[in-house]
């Protein structure tokens, strides 16, 4: 079995890519993409498990992690950005992970080249409207009238307690504790770095475009109906738990499993989720084999 290693892939508009792969190119391939405020450091202990039995690519998105900073900063860009990582590894087929920022990316892989997407894994990520909690007020308003009073308190979280309550806020105490705040700290340290936290800002503002195509992304789940496995922490105090029941109305033969979790439900409960993805992965390639 081939170890994680971290390599770096420099972009055809000049940029560099940093992302990790792991497990024999022959085996199927899952692309993991990470949400905010994270990297491909996300996925550090469900990459060996994975590896077992796929061929995994983790990259850290433009500006986040070790990966260079666009110049101008987009989902659309970011999606290119990775399917031409994908290009350049020759990846085929692929299971996509989609969580938070990365799930615009991910679902702008996967419309580009449907057939290729053998199973999307969904882990508190939005695709429709029933994933706004209140949370979200002040970021629609800015989508709304991007003034700069609004813009202020839509990326009001980008502090180091902001890094914070996206591991903890509104989780159990006793999960909680598991979760050292070296962490966060090393997510802001990484956000501090030039062009970081324009590219964050840049991010909160495009989200609204992401939030413009959930009819094309619903159009899409419709017609291509990809088998899907969701894991979803319950106590995510940004992604509302509605959001689940959208998700498998929209692919009514999903598997979800809610876990409790938070929001980055991998730091505490990343065993569970590398068994369910592993098994996800054998059965639909079991299923699409007629075995």
């Not at 700290?185 to 495009?206: H, I, N």
């Amino acid at each position: 079995m081939r170890p994680a290693t971290r390599q770096r892939l420099r972009l055809s508009g000049g940029t560099e890519l940093s992302f990790v792969t792991a497990g024999e190119v022959s085996r199927p391939a899952v692309l993991l993409l990470h949400g905010f405020p994270n990297s491909s450091r996300m996925f550090r202990e469900v990459v060996p498990i994975l590896s077992q039995a796929t061929y995994v690519i983790a990259p850290d998105l433009p500006g986040f992690g070790e990966s260079d900073v666009l110049p101008t900063s987009s989902f659309s860009a970011f999606g290119q950005a990775i399917s031409e990582l994908l290009d350049r590894l020759a990846v085929g087929p692929r299971y996509v992970y989609l969580h938070d920022f990365g799930a615009p990316v991910g679902l702008h892989i996967a419309m580009q080249a449907p057939e290729q997407v053998k199973g999307l894994i969904v882990q508190n990520a939005n695709a429709h409207r029933t994933g706004f909690g209140p949370e979200w007020a002040a970021t629609e308003a800015f989508w709304a009238d991007p003034s700069p009073e609004n813009e202020a308190a839509a990326t009001s979280h980008l502090t180091l307690e902001g890094m914070r309550d996206q591991y903890i806020a509104n989780v159990p105490p006793d999960i909680a504790a598991r979760i050292p705040a070296g962490y966060w700290e090393e997510d802001w340290r990484v956000m501090c770095l030039p062009g970081r936290m324009e590219t964050q800002r840049a991010l909160v503002a495009d989200y609204g475009n992401h939030v413009a195509r959930f009819d094309a992304i619903a159009e899409y789940l419709a017609s291509w109906q990809p088998p899907a496995l969701l894991l979803w922490g319950r106590h995510d105090a940004f992604f509302a738990l509605p959001e689940v029941l959208s998700w498998m109305q929209a692919l009514p033969r999903m598997e979800a499993h809610i876990l409790d979790a938070g929001h980055l439900l991998l730091e505490t409960h990343a065993a569970p989720a590398a068994s369910l993805m592993l098994d996800f992965i054998r059965k639909t390639r079991q299923d699409s084999e007629g075995g």
